[in-house]
């Protein structure tokens, strides 16, 4: 099965869209280990803190429809190369003049969200290549970019502290420019691509139900994994009083768990089925993020408890781009771009309302528990549709769902 998997696809382009995932996740994610000490130089509140972390999700979750467009209409290939050389640009400009403010801060966030528009960008370039089978599997190699978190939280609290947090920018500018050479030699658009879609196209797909369906579920995933992923330099910066660059080790294992798992999550849902994959994960998720909400005394159970937590949304980001194909394989880039604005809506929402409810309360617990809750909404909807999309979906979906 391995083998065939290998033999299926293209293999330089499924490694060429991960890097390209993974160094721009890197970049996208990168305010957010960042934020502490960006915060304690200009001065913000809580609140501010959090709006400047979460621009760059919410102006990639925008940005991944645009891209998603892009894409279709010209091809994954061209849009990627796009995308970086925007990055690339903002990242530079920002080195060179500096961030000054929190408005200037915001702005740079904004150009960031290309980076986070990658998702629609580099799993449609991969999944064209792949057969229905190997979708899963070929959807979480190239989404594992997700651990382009991990590199951010791991060093960028560290290469601050050593040369200045805006002196990170510059450094980040090496490894981008060496993955925007890689990917233009040996990405390749794969040879039966759909036909581009016109705009009515995507506002129909928003008149499939199961449209919404998958834009909540992913919302809960990838939206946990990005919120906690974003949030937590603070939060046990806040909470436990760890150093910037010890919450960037802490949130580092929790990020690197999550990311881990996005493969491995596909994979499994390819063997037992992405709609029982997604029941555990929903399960464990919000049971774990609930026990954080009760006051924790001690980091390292936190720390337990989230990485518990960020192992079943990672597995769940994997286990909902398992079901896509197989729902909408006509329309994966209309439905990879709308999906993945979801999800980078539920993180905004996410980081924004941690950052809000911590500045109003004094505390995390309710946007936690809020959280939790979700998880359970989840749980129940997914729940509720899978007994019509076992009659709807055809043989092929039955199969792939095993609901």
């Known amino acids: 099965m391995t083998t065939n998997f290998w033999k299926a696809g293209h293999t330089p382009t499924l490694f060429s869209a991960f890097l390209y995932f993974d160094l721009s996740f890197m970049v996208w994610y990168v305010l957010g280990p960042l ?24 102006a990639g979750a925008v940005l991944r429809f645009l891209m998603g467009m892009l894409a ?47 998702f629609a960008v580099a799993l449609p370039l991969a999944s064209q290549w792949y057969p229905p089978q190997h979708q899963g599997k070929a959807l979480g190699i190239a989404g594992a970019g997700n651990s382009g978190t991990v590199l951010a939280a791991l060093f960028a609290p560290g290469l601050a502290a050593l040369y200045g947090w805006n002196n990170v920018f510059g450094l980040a500018l090496i490894p981008l420019v060496l993955t925007l050479a890689i990917f233009a030699v040996a990405a390749r658009n794969a040879p039966n691509r759909p036909a581009p879609k016109a705009l009515g196209d995507y506002l129909k797909a928003l008149g499939d139900r199961d449209s919404w369906w998958f834009m909540l579920f992913y919302s809960v995933t990838f939206g946990g994994f ?12 806040d909470q436990y009083g760890l150093a910037p660059v010890t919450a960037g080790y802490y949130t580092a294992a929790c990020v690197f768990a999550g990311s881990l798992m996005r ?28 026990a954080v909400g009760f006051h924790i005394s001690s980091a390292n159970v936190a720390l337990a408890l989230f990485v518990v937590a960020m192992l079943s ?91």
């Open 226 to 237: 990005l919120g906690l992923a974003s949030t937590l330099p603070g939060y046990f910066h």
């Open 72 to 118: 279709d209409r010209t091809s994954p290939k061209t849009a990627g190369l796009i995308g970086q050389v925007v990055v690339i640009a903002a990242l530079f400009v920002a080195w060179q003049t500096g961030i000054h403010s929190y408005e200037q801060a915001l702005l740079l966030g904004l150009f960031l969200g290309f980076a986070g528009a990658s």
């Open 263 to 290: 493969p491995l999550g596909g994979a499994f849902a390819d063997r037992v089925g992405g709609i029982r994959t997604l029941l555990v994960v929903y399960t464990l998720a919000s049971v774990c993020i609930a």
């Open 35 to 58: 934020g502490v000490q960006i915060a304690a130089d200009l001065g913000l509140t809580t609140q501010q803190r959090a709006m400047m972390v979460a621009t760059p999700i919410l």
């Open 313 to 403: 949304l990672g597995a769940g980001n994997g286990a909902v781009f398992q079901l896509v194909p197989q729902r909408f394989h006509k329309e994966i880039g209309v439905m990879t771009g709308l999906i993945g604005m979801a999800g980078g809506i539920g993180g905004f929402c996410l980081t924004a309302g941690l950052g809000a409810i911590k500045q109003g309360t004094g505390d995390y617990q309710l946007g936690l528990w809020l959280f939790a809750s979700l998880g359970v909404v989840a749980w129940f909807g997914l729940y509720g549709v899978k007994q019509r999309w076992r009659t709807t979906w055809g043989s092929a979906a039955v199969t792939a769902a095993r609901v």
